[in-house]
């Protein structure tokens, strides 16, 4: 079975730019979460889809956002970029949101 | 004070030693998470436990509810156990998201 993959998995933006990353959970699992890893910050959460709907968001400004398609695929965006936004961000899928999750490789962004 | 604290921060140790790491945490949760993440960042999830021990291998997950308490036991190491080691603990109720502790960097010399 296809682990979780990201895309794309390495990206430069600058300032004031928007990204949108994206994120395909394995076969069968319907809830995606989202995370952001920063040397400073650490591991922290950002949302949580199931069925297409957010169950969960973590302590973020408006300026990131997400969605998940019917297919379980998940994408999130994040406009008006900072230089703080400059991250590891990963995904991770699971049957549904009690079950172990399975993480993918990451997106490491850059912004300048 | 971080909901979700690990200790220690750093660890070296020597091929075959055995190895502990802690983690603490101050809320009531539904299950903690143990993850492995190598340089270049993949994480991978070594164990997910609500209660007592999980053994997988070399590795043995011990959990304390009454004392909010998790071990990660690592017996015979060896250089590519080197990782960070993170846990992460699903808060009961509502709020379920995962809460991360700092990590834990290992280091296993040959």
């Known amino acids: 079975k296809a682990g979780v993959t990201q895309t794309p998995r390495y990206l430069i933006k600058t300032r004031g730019q928007q990204v949108t990353l994206s994120c395909s959970p394995i076969?069968?699992?319907?809830?995606v979460s989202w995370y952001q890893q920063t040397p400073g910050q650490g591991l922290q959460f950002l949302f949580e889809?199931?069925?297409?709907?957010?169950?969960n968001k973590g302590n973020f400004p408006g300026r990131f956002s997400g969605r998940q398609f019917s297919n379980s695929r998940s994408e999130m965006n994040v406009s008006t970029l900072e230089l703080g936004d400059s991250a590891l961000y990963l995904c991770?899928?699971?049957?549904?949101?009690?079950?172990?999750?399975?993480f993918g490789p990451g997106t490491r962004l850059t912004v300048t | 004070k971080n909901e979700v604290e690990q200790s220690p921060q750093n660890l070296t140790a020597q091929e075959g030693e055995f190895i502990t790491i802690n983690c603490s945490y101050s809320?009531?949760?539904?299950?903690l998470h143990w993850l492995q993440q190598h340089p270049g960042g993949g994480i991978v999830s070594l164990f997910m436990?609500?209660?007592g021990k999980k053994k997988h291998g070399r590795l043995i997950a011990t959990i304390n509810i009454q004392e909010k308490h998790s071990s990660l036991h690592i017996t015979a190491s060896h250089p590519r156990d080197s990782a960070v080691y993170i846990c992460?603990?699903?808060?009961?109720?509502?709020?379920?998201?995962?809460?991360f502790g700092s990590g834990t960097q290992l280091t296993v010399l040959p």
């Open positions: 991770a899928s699971s049957r549904t949101a009690n079950y172990e999750q399975y």
């Open positions: 076969s069968g699992h319907r809830s």
């Open positions: 889809y199931f069925s297409e709907t957010q169950r």
């Open positions: 809320v009531g949760i539904s299950a």
């Open positions: 436990l609500s209660s």
């Open positions: 992460a603990v699903k808060a009961a109720g509502s709020a379920r998201q995962l809460t």
